[in-house]
């Protein structure tokens, strides 16, 4: 069964630093998504890109994050200068949809980002 | 700003019986529902959906019943199973937000034998 594929599992970074955090979506997916889930919350809303630019954004993707699909198989999550608030597990997902907006999202398995 | 709201953090129920999850809205705007189900360590995994044209929608153990007047919906698991025991979530969208998903606060199952 196809699946979204996340890496690195777990990455703990030092304060201020760079992340990027890859995903493979599903092969003939169109949308492509971020969430995040802090320790105790919710799963949030990020981003979500199609067709080769953002489609829809939260207030929480602010101008430290940004995304990409380089080339044609990956979707990155950048984030420019972490801050501790910034851990939290990041889920990559895709769905469709076919012309049907409706259709489920398929999420990875998530990358846990620990900022020190 | 809980739009989605699932107000018991815990279920637990006996190995056979029903289990029901309940999940609440507030956007009038939602027009599509779905359940993830989720293990420690694991990114959600979607089990059913419902638009908001209907008011039921089953696919095997599963059964999402959705009433719109209410602003609520509910998962049935019949019959529950060791398995099952994962925490649950309810994910709402809006034909204006794309495909945006907004989750609940999850519901953690415990299913005992």
């Known amino acids: 069964e196809p699946e979204v594929t996340q890496t690195p599992s777990h990455q703990v970074t030092q304060m201020g630093q760079e992340v990027i955090l890859r995903c493979v979506p599903i092969s003939n997916h169109l949308y492509f998504y971020w969430y995040r889930q802090i320790l105790g919350q919710k799963v949030e809303f990020l981003v979500s890109f199609y067709n080769n630019e953002i489609s829809e954004k939260s207030e929480i993707f602010d101008d430290q994050f940004s995304v990409e699909r380089p080339d044609g198989s990956n979707f990155t999550l950048k984030i420019r200068s972490t801050k501790l608030e910034d851990s939290a597990m990041y889920f990559c997902a895709s769905s469709y949809p076919g012309g049907n907006r409706n259709t489920e999202a398929f999420f990875g398995q998530g990358t846990r980002l620990t900022v020190v | 700003d809980q739009q989605v709201k699932q107000n018991s953090p815990s279920l637990s129920v006996q190995e056979g019986r029903i289990s029901i999850l309940n999940c609440d809205y507030t956007?009038?705007?939602?027009?599509?529902f779905l359940w993830y189900k989720k293990y420690p360590a694991e990114g959600p995994t979607f089990l059913i959906s419902i638009s908001s044209i209907k008011d039921k929608n089953e696919d095997g153990r599963f059964t999402v019943f959705l009433n719109k007047s209410a602003k609520h919906l509910s998962l049935h698991i019949v019959p529950s199973q060791p398995g099952d025991s994962a925490v649950y979530f309810c994910a709402a969208s809006d034909a204006g937000g794309g495909n945006k998903l907004t989750f609940g606060t999850g519901t953690q199952l415990k299913v005992e034998l």
């Open positions: 956007n009038s705007m939602f027009d599509y």
